[in-house]
Protein backbone atom coordinates (compact mmCIF):
# COMPACT_ATOMS: atom_id res chain seq x y z
CA UNK A 1 0.00 0.00 0.00
CA UNK A 2 1.36 3.42 -1.10
CA UNK A 3 1.54 6.25 1.29
CA UNK A 4 -1.20 8.31 -0.37
CA UNK A 5 -3.58 5.73 0.41
CA UNK A 6 -2.27 4.79 4.04
CA UNK A 7 -2.89 8.62 4.39
CA UNK A 8 -5.99 8.58 2.85
CA UNK A 9 -7.45 5.50 5.37
CA UNK A 10 -5.90 6.90 8.43
CA UNK A 11 -7.55 10.13 7.67
CA UNK A 12 -11.00 8.66 6.79
CA UNK A 13 -10.70 6.51 10.26
CA UNK A 14 -9.56 9.61 12.44
CA UNK A 15 -12.66 11.33 11.06
CA UNK A 16 -14.75 8.45 11.45
CA UNK A 17 -14.01 8.56 15.20
CA UNK A 18 -14.36 11.81 15.82
CA UNK A 19 -17.79 11.80 13.94
CA UNK A 20 -18.89 8.50 16.17
CA UNK A 21 -17.86 10.48 19.71
CA UNK A 22 -19.46 13.56 18.49
CA UNK A 23 -22.76 11.80 17.11
CA UNK A 24 -22.70 9.56 20.63
CA UNK A 25 -22.32 12.81 22.80
CA UNK A 26 -25.37 14.43 20.68
CA UNK A 27 -27.69 11.46 20.75
CA UNK A 28 -26.89 10.48 24.77
CA UNK A 29 -27.10 14.22 25.68
CA UNK A 30 -30.56 14.20 23.21
CA UNK A 31 -31.95 11.19 24.92
CA UNK A 32 -31.58 12.64 28.38
CA UNK A 33 -32.81 15.98 28.00
CA UNK A 34 -36.04 14.73 25.62
CA UNK A 35 -36.46 11.91 29.03
CA UNK A 36 -36.09 14.42 31.56
CA UNK A 37 -38.54 16.96 30.51
CA UNK A 38 -40.91 14.29 30.27
CA UNK A 39 -40.14 13.03 34.03
CA UNK A 40 -40.89 16.36 35.03
CA UNK A 41 -44.21 16.53 33.65
CA UNK A 42 -45.05 13.29 35.29
CA UNK A 43 -43.80 14.34 38.33
CA UNK A 44 -45.77 17.09 38.35
CA UNK A 45 -48.79 14.78 37.93
CA UNK A 46 -47.82 12.90 41.06
CA UNK A 47 -48.07 16.09 43.12
CA UNK A 48 -51.00 17.49 41.51
CA UNK A 49 -52.68 13.57 42.57
CA UNK A 50 -51.38 13.44 45.17
CA UNK A 51 -53.38 17.15 46.41
CA UNK A 52 -56.29 16.14 45.10
CA UNK A 53 -56.90 12.25 46.42
CA UNK A 54 -55.20 12.45 49.46
CA UNK A 55 -55.82 15.83 50.97
CA UNK A 56 -58.98 17.38 52.04
CA UNK A 57 -59.06 20.97 50.81
CA UNK A 58 -61.88 23.85 49.57
CA UNK A 59 -59.17 24.33 47.21
CA UNK A 60 -59.16 21.20 45.54
CA UNK A 61 -62.23 21.22 43.56
CA UNK A 62 -60.62 24.34 41.60
CA UNK A 63 -57.14 22.47 41.77
CA UNK A 64 -59.06 19.69 39.84
CA UNK A 65 -60.94 22.03 37.20
CA UNK A 66 -57.48 23.83 36.30
CA UNK A 67 -55.72 20.57 35.90
CA UNK A 68 -58.37 19.63 33.69
CA UNK A 69 -58.67 22.74 31.92
CA UNK A 70 -55.20 23.73 31.22
CA UNK A 71 -53.02 20.89 32.10
CA UNK A 72 -53.02 18.15 28.88
CA UNK A 73 -53.60 14.48 29.11
CA UNK A 74 -50.72 12.19 28.16
CA UNK A 75 -51.74 9.73 25.84
CA UNK A 76 -52.17 6.34 28.02
CA UNK A 77 -52.03 8.39 31.29
CA UNK A 78 -52.82 6.59 34.14
CA UNK A 79 -53.23 7.33 37.85
CA UNK A 80 -52.40 4.49 40.44
CA UNK A 81 -52.95 5.49 44.47
CA UNK A 82 -51.54 2.53 46.07
CA UNK A 83 -51.62 1.73 49.89
CA UNK A 84 -48.54 1.18 51.11
CA UNK A 85 -48.51 -0.84 54.04
CA UNK A 86 -50.31 -3.67 51.32
CA UNK A 87 -47.15 -4.95 49.71
CA UNK A 88 -49.55 -6.73 47.01
CA UNK A 89 -50.41 -3.59 45.53
CA UNK A 90 -50.11 -3.69 41.20
CA UNK A 91 -50.35 -1.03 38.54
CA UNK A 92 -50.71 -1.91 34.70
CA UNK A 93 -47.54 -4.02 34.98
CA UNK A 94 -44.96 -5.31 37.48
CA UNK A 95 -42.49 -2.66 38.71
CA UNK A 96 -38.95 -3.88 40.00
CA UNK A 97 -38.07 -3.50 43.44
CA UNK A 98 -35.79 -0.53 43.29
CA UNK A 99 -38.53 1.52 41.90
CA UNK A 100 -40.19 1.32 45.14
CA UNK A 101 -37.35 1.24 47.67
CA UNK A 102 -36.79 4.75 45.69
CA UNK A 103 -40.36 5.57 46.80
CA UNK A 104 -39.65 4.41 50.42
CA UNK A 105 -36.76 6.55 51.23
CA UNK A 106 -39.18 9.82 50.30
CA UNK A 107 -37.50 10.57 46.88
CA UNK A 108 -39.39 11.00 43.54
CA UNK A 109 -39.25 7.23 41.78
CA UNK A 110 -38.67 6.75 37.94
CA UNK A 111 -38.79 3.68 35.42
CA UNK A 112 -39.53 3.49 31.78
CA UNK A 113 -40.45 0.46 29.77
CA UNK A 114 -39.74 1.48 26.22
CA UNK A 115 -41.66 4.27 25.39
CA UNK A 116 -43.93 3.55 28.87
CA UNK A 117 -42.91 5.86 31.46
CA UNK A 118 -43.61 6.08 35.64
CA UNK A 119 -43.18 8.36 37.85
CA UNK A 120 -43.88 7.49 41.89
CA UNK A 121 -43.59 9.53 45.21
CA UNK A 122 -45.02 8.37 48.95
CA UNK A 123 -47.21 10.60 50.53
CA UNK A 124 -48.31 10.38 54.28
CA UNK A 125 -51.50 11.13 55.17
CA UNK A 126 -52.21 11.24 58.59
CA UNK A 127 -51.07 7.77 60.13
CA UNK A 128 -51.37 5.93 56.97
CA UNK A 129 -49.01 6.35 54.11
CA UNK A 130 -49.53 6.24 50.22
CA UNK A 131 -48.10 5.68 47.17
CA UNK A 132 -49.15 7.66 44.14
CA UNK A 133 -48.00 6.75 40.89
CA UNK A 134 -47.92 8.58 37.10
CA UNK A 135 -47.63 6.30 33.87
CA UNK A 136 -47.91 7.54 30.34
CA UNK A 137 -46.40 7.15 26.99
CA UNK A 138 -44.39 9.40 24.90
CA UNK A 139 -44.58 8.61 21.38
CA UNK A 140 -43.41 12.23 20.30
CA UNK A 141 -39.79 12.33 22.18
CA UNK A 142 -39.29 8.65 21.06
CA UNK A 143 -40.15 9.67 17.43
CA UNK A 144 -37.74 12.70 17.38
CA UNK A 145 -35.29 10.09 18.75
CA UNK A 146 -35.26 7.93 15.99
CA UNK A 147 -35.45 10.43 13.39
CA UNK A 148 -32.59 11.90 15.05
CA UNK A 149 -30.82 8.67 14.87
CA UNK A 150 -30.99 8.40 11.20
CA UNK A 151 -30.18 11.52 10.96
CA UNK A 152 -26.67 10.99 12.87
CA UNK A 153 -25.82 7.22 11.07
CA UNK A 154 -26.54 8.94 7.68
CA UNK A 155 -24.57 11.94 8.64
CA UNK A 156 -21.96 9.73 9.96
CA UNK A 157 -21.70 7.87 6.22
CA UNK A 158 -21.96 11.12 4.66
CA UNK A 159 -19.23 12.48 6.66
CA UNK A 160 -16.43 9.23 6.35
CA UNK A 161 -17.19 9.14 2.45
CA UNK A 162 -16.42 13.17 2.33
CA UNK A 163 -13.37 12.52 4.59
CA UNK A 164 -12.27 9.52 2.22
CA UNK A 165 -12.43 12.01 -0.64
CA UNK A 166 -10.86 14.89 1.02
CA UNK A 167 -7.68 12.47 2.38
CA UNK A 168 -7.20 10.67 -0.94
CA UNK A 169 -7.02 14.61 -2.82
CA UNK A 170 -5.39 15.93 0.02
CA UNK A 171 -2.45 13.02 -0.45
CA UNK A 172 -2.00 13.25 -3.46
CA UNK A 173 -1.85 17.14 -3.62
CA UNK A 174 1.04 16.73 -0.67
CA UNK A 175 2.92 13.91 -2.00
CA UNK A 176 2.98 15.11 -5.40
CA UNK A 177 6.24 16.81 -5.15
CA UNK A 178 8.09 13.50 -3.19
CA UNK A 179 6.19 11.63 -6.74
CA UNK A 180 8.24 14.07 -8.98
CA UNK A 181 11.62 13.94 -6.78
CA UNK A 182 11.06 10.16 -7.19
CA UNK A 183 10.03 10.48 -11.28
CA UNK A 184 13.43 12.71 -11.11
CA UNK A 185 15.51 10.45 -9.59
CA UNK A 186 14.79 7.43 -11.65
CA UNK A 187 15.93 8.90 -14.95
CA UNK A 188 19.26 9.72 -13.17
CA UNK A 189 21.91 6.99 -14.35
CA UNK A 190 25.30 6.19 -14.11
CA UNK A 191 25.57 7.55 -17.27
CA UNK A 192 23.86 10.94 -16.62
CA UNK A 193 25.03 11.57 -13.17
CA UNK A 194 25.34 15.57 -14.12
CA UNK A 195 21.74 15.67 -14.15
CA UNK A 196 19.77 17.41 -10.80
CA UNK A 197 16.87 17.73 -9.49
CA UNK A 198 14.50 21.06 -9.08
CA UNK A 199 15.05 22.88 -5.93
CA UNK A 200 11.92 24.92 -5.09
CA UNK A 201 12.49 27.71 -2.74
CA UNK A 202 11.99 27.18 0.63
CA UNK A 203 13.00 25.18 4.06
CA UNK A 204 9.84 22.69 3.86
CA UNK A 205 11.06 18.94 3.94
CA UNK A 206 10.70 19.02 0.13
CA UNK A 207 13.10 21.35 -0.69
CA UNK A 208 15.60 19.51 1.83
CA UNK A 209 15.07 16.25 0.01
CA UNK A 210 15.57 17.32 -2.98
CA UNK A 211 18.70 19.20 -1.68
CA UNK A 212 20.42 16.08 -0.35
CA UNK A 213 19.64 14.21 -3.27
CA UNK A 214 21.30 16.81 -5.37
CA UNK A 215 24.14 16.56 -2.60
CA UNK A 216 24.37 12.67 -3.07
CA UNK A 217 24.82 12.86 -7.00
CA UNK A 218 27.54 15.33 -6.31
CA UNK A 219 29.28 13.03 -4.37
CA UNK A 220 28.60 9.93 -6.41
CA UNK A 221 29.84 12.10 -9.56
CA UNK A 222 33.10 13.15 -7.70
CA UNK A 223 33.59 9.65 -6.74
CA UNK A 224 32.70 8.05 -10.46
CA UNK A 225 35.06 10.56 -11.92
CA UNK A 226 37.53 9.87 -9.26
CA UNK A 227 37.04 5.79 -10.04
CA UNK A 228 37.77 5.98 -13.79
CA UNK A 229 40.23 8.49 -13.40
CA UNK A 230 42.33 6.45 -10.95
CA UNK A 231 41.56 3.49 -13.35
CA UNK A 232 42.49 4.99 -16.57
CA UNK A 233 45.81 6.71 -15.21
CA UNK A 234 46.23 3.24 -13.28
CA UNK A 235 46.16 1.13 -16.97
CA UNK A 236 48.14 3.69 -18.68
CA UNK A 237 51.22 4.03 -16.46
CA UNK A 238 51.16 0.11 -15.64
CA UNK A 239 51.13 -0.08 -19.78
CA UNK A 240 54.67 1.73 -19.83
CA UNK A 241 56.68 -0.08 -17.43
CA UNK A 242 55.75 -3.30 -19.09
CA UNK A 243 57.03 -2.29 -22.21
CA UNK A 244 60.02 -1.22 -21.21
CA UNK A 245 60.42 -4.55 -19.62
CA UNK A 246 59.08 -6.21 -22.43
CA UNK A 247 62.05 -4.35 -24.14
CA UNK A 248 64.97 -5.05 -21.69
CA UNK A 249 64.20 -8.78 -22.16
CA UNK A 250 64.84 -8.06 -25.93
CA UNK A 251 67.86 -6.55 -25.06
CA UNK A 252 69.23 -8.55 -22.52
CA UNK A 253 68.75 -11.40 -24.84
CA UNK A 254 71.28 -10.22 -27.00
CA UNK A 255 73.98 -10.07 -24.53
CA UNK A 256 76.84 -12.44 -24.33
CA UNK A 257 76.48 -13.37 -19.92
CA UNK A 258 74.46 -16.38 -19.76
CA UNK A 259 73.84 -16.55 -15.87
CA UNK A 260 73.09 -12.98 -15.38
CA UNK A 261 71.10 -12.94 -18.52
CA UNK A 262 69.20 -15.53 -16.86
CA UNK A 263 68.72 -13.99 -13.27
CA UNK A 264 67.65 -10.20 -15.37
CA UNK A 265 65.22 -12.44 -17.37
CA UNK A 266 63.80 -13.92 -14.95
CA UNK A 267 63.21 -10.82 -12.70
CA UNK A 268 62.11 -8.94 -15.55
CA UNK A 269 59.46 -11.95 -16.39
CA UNK A 270 58.32 -11.88 -12.45
CA UNK A 271 57.58 -8.44 -12.72
CA UNK A 272 56.34 -8.26 -15.74
CA UNK A 273 54.03 -11.18 -14.84
CA UNK A 274 53.10 -8.94 -11.88
CA UNK A 275 52.17 -5.97 -13.45
CA UNK A 276 50.29 -7.45 -15.88
CA UNK A 277 48.27 -9.22 -13.39
CA UNK A 278 47.59 -5.54 -11.40
CA UNK A 279 46.41 -4.65 -14.97
CA UNK A 280 44.31 -7.16 -15.26
CA UNK A 281 42.51 -7.45 -12.10
CA UNK A 282 42.63 -2.81 -12.46
CA UNK A 283 40.70 -3.29 -15.82
CA UNK A 284 38.34 -5.96 -13.99
CA UNK A 285 37.77 -3.64 -11.27
CA UNK A 286 36.83 -0.88 -13.57
CA UNK A 287 35.04 -3.34 -16.39
CA UNK A 288 32.73 -4.58 -13.16
CA UNK A 289 30.96 -0.89 -12.71
CA UNK A 290 28.85 -0.78 -16.28
CA UNK A 291 25.43 -0.83 -16.46
CA UNK A 292 24.76 -4.51 -17.39
CA UNK A 293 22.67 -3.78 -20.58
CA UNK A 294 25.23 -4.27 -22.97
CA UNK A 295 26.72 -7.59 -21.77
CA UNK A 296 25.46 -10.84 -22.44
CA UNK A 297 23.00 -11.74 -19.88
CA UNK A 298 22.75 -15.67 -19.91
CA UNK A 299 20.70 -18.29 -18.12
CA UNK A 300 22.73 -20.64 -15.41
CA UNK A 301 22.61 -23.79 -13.25
CA UNK A 302 24.29 -22.48 -10.56
CA UNK A 303 25.39 -25.72 -9.26
CA UNK A 304 27.05 -26.38 -12.97
CA UNK A 305 28.93 -23.90 -12.25
CA UNK A 306 30.24 -24.80 -9.37
CA UNK A 307 32.19 -27.44 -10.40
CA UNK A 308 33.55 -25.24 -13.45
CA UNK A 309 35.47 -22.71 -10.74
CA UNK A 310 36.32 -25.56 -8.76
CA UNK A 311 38.03 -26.93 -11.65
CA UNK A 312 39.36 -23.42 -12.29
CA UNK A 313 40.48 -23.04 -9.00
CA UNK A 314 42.71 -26.28 -8.85
CA UNK A 315 44.36 -25.27 -11.76
CA UNK A 316 45.85 -22.47 -10.11
CA UNK A 317 46.27 -24.26 -6.95
CA UNK A 318 46.75 -28.12 -7.52
CA UNK A 319 47.24 -29.14 -4.03
CA UNK A 320 44.27 -27.34 -2.75
CA UNK A 321 40.91 -29.87 -1.18
CA UNK A 322 37.86 -28.13 -2.30
CA UNK A 323 34.72 -29.69 -1.21
CA UNK A 324 31.25 -29.22 -2.94
CA UNK A 325 28.12 -29.45 -0.92
CA UNK A 326 24.97 -29.97 -2.26
CA UNK A 327 22.79 -31.61 0.50
CA UNK A 328 21.05 -28.23 0.98
CA UNK A 329 19.52 -28.32 -2.85
CA UNK A 330 16.08 -27.75 -3.19
CA UNK A 331 13.46 -30.15 -4.97
CA UNK A 332 12.90 -27.80 -7.45
CA UNK A 333 15.71 -27.69 -10.09
CA UNK A 334 14.70 -24.14 -12.05
CA UNK A 335 15.68 -22.36 -8.42
CA UNK A 336 19.02 -23.30 -9.19
CA UNK A 337 19.38 -21.10 -12.75
CA UNK A 338 19.99 -18.05 -12.73
CA UNK A 339 20.10 -15.12 -15.36
CA UNK A 340 23.30 -13.91 -14.94
CA UNK A 341 26.41 -12.45 -16.63
CA UNK A 342 28.20 -16.08 -16.49
CA UNK A 343 31.88 -14.69 -16.84
CA UNK A 344 31.66 -12.01 -14.16
CA UNK A 345 29.76 -14.24 -12.09
CA UNK A 346 32.27 -16.78 -12.38
CA UNK A 347 35.36 -14.40 -12.09
CA UNK A 348 33.52 -13.44 -8.24
CA UNK A 349 33.42 -16.67 -7.07
CA UNK A 350 36.84 -18.15 -8.59
CA UNK A 351 38.41 -15.00 -6.75
CA UNK A 352 36.08 -15.66 -3.36
CA UNK A 353 37.40 -19.89 -3.63
CA UNK A 354 40.93 -18.72 -4.73
CA UNK A 355 41.45 -16.66 -1.77
CA UNK A 356 40.00 -19.62 0.53
CA UNK A 357 42.33 -22.02 -0.73
CA UNK A 358 45.36 -19.73 -0.82
CA UNK A 359 44.92 -18.61 2.98
CA UNK A 360 44.06 -21.89 4.55
CA UNK A 361 47.51 -23.40 3.02
CA UNK A 362 45.55 -25.65 1.49
CA UNK A 363 42.99 -27.10 4.01
CA UNK A 364 39.76 -28.29 3.18
CA UNK A 365 37.34 -25.70 1.52
CA UNK A 366 33.70 -26.47 1.84
CA UNK A 367 31.38 -24.45 -0.71
CA UNK A 368 27.58 -24.79 0.09
CA UNK A 369 24.48 -23.90 -2.24
CA UNK A 370 21.45 -23.26 -1.02
CA UNK A 371 17.75 -21.90 -2.85
CA UNK A 372 14.70 -20.06 -1.07
CA UNK A 373 12.01 -18.60 -2.63
CA UNK A 374 13.64 -15.69 -3.15
CA UNK A 375 17.27 -16.08 -3.39
CA UNK A 376 20.51 -18.04 -4.14
CA UNK A 377 22.95 -18.80 -1.83
CA UNK A 378 26.81 -19.65 -1.94
CA UNK A 379 28.66 -19.90 1.35
CA UNK A 380 32.52 -20.49 1.04
CA UNK A 381 33.72 -21.74 4.18
CA UNK A 382 37.83 -22.17 4.69
CA UNK A 383 39.58 -23.36 7.84
CA UNK A 384 42.68 -20.78 7.11
CA UNK A 385 44.23 -18.10 8.93
CA UNK A 386 40.40 -15.69 9.35
CA UNK A 387 40.51 -11.88 9.47
CA UNK A 388 41.34 -9.79 11.94
CA UNK A 389 38.35 -7.84 13.17
CA UNK A 390 39.33 -4.55 13.09
CA UNK A 391 40.53 -5.37 9.37
CA UNK A 392 37.11 -6.92 8.32
CA UNK A 393 35.29 -3.73 7.52
CA UNK A 394 37.89 -2.56 5.04
CA UNK A 395 38.55 -5.71 3.65
CA UNK A 396 36.70 -4.93 0.38
CA UNK A 397 38.44 -1.44 -0.46
CA UNK A 398 40.59 -1.84 -3.18
CA UNK A 399 44.52 -2.49 -2.97
CA UNK A 400 43.41 -3.25 1.09
CA UNK A 401 44.95 -6.14 2.56
CA UNK A 402 44.56 -7.82 5.79
CA UNK A 403 47.16 -6.98 8.47
CA UNK A 404 48.25 -10.98 8.41
CA UNK A 405 48.81 -11.69 4.89
CA UNK A 406 51.99 -10.48 4.90
CA UNK A 407 53.36 -13.73 3.83
CA UNK A 408 51.07 -14.32 0.96
CA UNK A 409 51.13 -12.74 -2.29
CA UNK A 410 48.72 -10.66 -3.66
CA UNK A 411 47.36 -7.35 -4.63
CA UNK A 412 43.98 -6.51 -2.63
CA UNK A 413 42.06 -6.69 -5.74
CA UNK A 414 40.12 -9.48 -5.94
CA UNK A 415 37.77 -9.37 -2.78
CA UNK A 416 36.60 -5.66 -4.16
CA UNK A 417 36.30 -6.97 -7.85
CA UNK A 418 33.54 -10.14 -6.61
CA UNK A 419 31.44 -7.08 -4.61
CA UNK A 420 31.40 -5.16 -7.24
CA UNK A 421 30.11 -8.33 -9.91
CA UNK A 422 27.92 -9.41 -7.12
CA UNK A 423 26.56 -6.37 -6.73
CA UNK A 424 25.65 -5.34 -10.25
CA UNK A 425 23.60 -8.49 -9.86
CA UNK A 426 21.62 -6.62 -7.37
CA UNK A 427 23.18 -9.54 -4.99
CA UNK A 428 25.49 -9.38 -1.58
CA UNK A 429 28.01 -10.56 0.34
CA UNK A 430 27.97 -11.23 4.11
CA UNK A 431 31.61 -12.39 5.51
CA UNK A 432 32.19 -13.92 9.07
CA UNK A 433 35.54 -14.81 10.10
CA UNK A 434 37.48 -15.28 13.07
CA UNK A 435 41.58 -14.84 13.00
CA UNK A 436 43.19 -18.53 13.53
CA UNK A 437 40.01 -20.61 12.63
CA UNK A 438 38.68 -19.30 9.04
CA UNK A 439 36.36 -17.54 7.20
CA UNK A 440 32.76 -17.76 5.82
CA UNK A 441 31.91 -15.84 2.70
CA UNK A 442 28.15 -16.02 1.80
CA UNK A 443 27.19 -14.71 -1.76
CA UNK A 444 23.12 -13.90 -1.92
CA UNK A 445 21.74 -13.48 -5.32
CA UNK A 446 17.93 -12.88 -6.02
CA UNK A 447 16.23 -15.16 -8.17
CA UNK A 448 14.65 -12.74 -10.36
CA UNK A 449 16.04 -11.28 -13.36
CA UNK A 450 17.23 -7.79 -13.15
CA UNK A 451 17.59 -7.70 -17.10
Known amino acids: MDIAKKITLLFAILSAVIISLLSGFVWYFSNEFAFEDFYKRLEARVNI ?17 MRNQYLERLPSEQEFILDASQTENKVDRELPKSFYDKINTGSMARYRVENHFYAGKFFRNGPKGYIVIVSANDPFGFRELRDLQKILIIGFFLSVFLSFVVGWRFSNYMLMPLRNVIKSVKKIKAE ?10 GTDEMSQLAQTFNNMLNRLETAFETQNNFISNASHELRTPLTIISGEVELALKNGDAQKQHLALAKIKDEAERLE ?15 GKNQPWELVRMDELLWEIKASVNQVHPESKIEIDFSKLP ?9 INKNLIKLALTNIVSNACKYSNDKLVNIAIEASANSLSIAVTDQGIGIPQTDIQHIFEPFYRASNTNSFKGYGIGLPLSLNI ?27 SIY
Not at 192 to 201: E, G, I, S
Not at 438 to 447: D, F
Open 192 to 201: NLHMRLDVKK
Open 49 to 65: AAQIKLYEDDNNSVVAQ
Open 422 to 448: IRLHRGSIAIKSQEGIGTEIKVLLPLT
Open 277 to 291: HILTSLLGLAQSGFN
Open 331 to 339: DDDELLSLK
